[in-house]
């Protein structure tokens, strides 16, 4: 009898289950219910911010404007720093360029070869320089230069006939003497004397003689279509009327080969 009623019980307990569990899965499978094709689509995001100037949807309120962006700032660039105008410093040395109207005339300053002519002595420094310049078959010329902080052209011209001597003199004549200077340059040759019938103006070109007699002591000029003087030194000494003939004659030979006066 108690058999019984316990297989009873459990039948009904399985029943129960079984249809507990059936309802369970049941609701597990069940579809999703399915949209309702008459509701409105929810808005997309564009749409459920409003724009700036849209109008206000129809019968309804005017859509809140959002702000109008607000215009980048452009900071502008910063000027660049000027540069500082560079100053020129003047010069402290001298600069030296040296030409010569005889090609590869050997040019010495300070007594130190510097090159052939044309030829720039740069870094000398300012103040009294010695300039010697010589060329085959012409005489050498020195000069003292003042150099000055800068650049400075020193032309040499060798073909120029340069001559200034004088010399003090007494014009014999035949029956006593005059005093008097002989003064010579490229253009010529004079005596100067206040004997005015005594003074004379000649190219050196028109001396037809003009020698010294060194025993003498005697200058002779004879010139041409002219007179003839014989001239000695004040205090008799020979050695001066010796150097005055060389000189001027040195000049009258150059200006026969066709070398021009110099005119300062």
């Known amino acids: 009898m108690n058999g019984r009623i316990l297989a009873i ?10 249809g507990f569990a059936a309802v369970v899965l049941m609701r ?7 949209e309702d094709a008459s509701a409105p689509p929810a808005a997309t995001r564009e749409e459920a911010v409003p724009r700036a100037g849209d109008a206000p949807a129809a019968g309804g309120t005017a859509a ?20 500082p105008p560079v100053e020129e410093r003047a010069p402290e040395f ?3 360029r040296i030409e010569a109207d005889v090609p590869n005339a050997q040019v010495f300053l300070d007594r130190q070869f510097i090159g052939n002519a044309p030829v720039t002595a740069e ?28 650049p400075r052209d020193v032309a040499i011209r060798f073909r120029e ?12 004549h035949r029956i006593g003497s005059c005093r008097g200077q002989l003064v ?11 004997d005015k019938d005594d003074g004379f103006t000649a190219a050196l070109q028109d001396l037809e003689q003009f020698t010294v007699d ?51």
Do not use: C
């Open 9 to 18: 019980v459990a039948a009904l307990a399985l029943v129960v289950g079984g």
């Open 28 to 34: 597990m499978r069940a579809p999703a219910a399915p």
């Open 64 to 83: 809140t404007t959002a702000p109008a962006p607000r215009p980048s700032r452009r900071v502008p660039a910063a000027p660049e720093p000027e540069t």
């Open 94 to 96: 001298g600069t030296l």
């Open 123 to 150: 870094n000398v420094t300012p103040g009294q320089h010695t300039l010697n310049v010589s060329a085959e078959g012409y005489e050498s010329i020195a000069r003292t230069i003042d150099v000055e902080p800068g």
């Open 161 to 172: 006939v340069r001559l200034n001597a004088t010399l003090d003199v007494i014009h014999k």
């Open 184 to 194: 010579a340059t490229p253009q010529g040759i004079r005596y100067a004397t206040d």
């Open 214 to 264: 060194y025993l003498d002591k005697n200058l002779r000029i004879k010139i041409r279509k002219g007179r003839q003087y014989n001239f000695t030194d004040p205090e008799g000494n020979a050695d001066r009327l010796f150097v005055f003939q060389r000189d001027v004659d040195k000049a009258r030979q150059r200006l026969a080969k066709g070398d021009t006066p110099a005119t300062d």
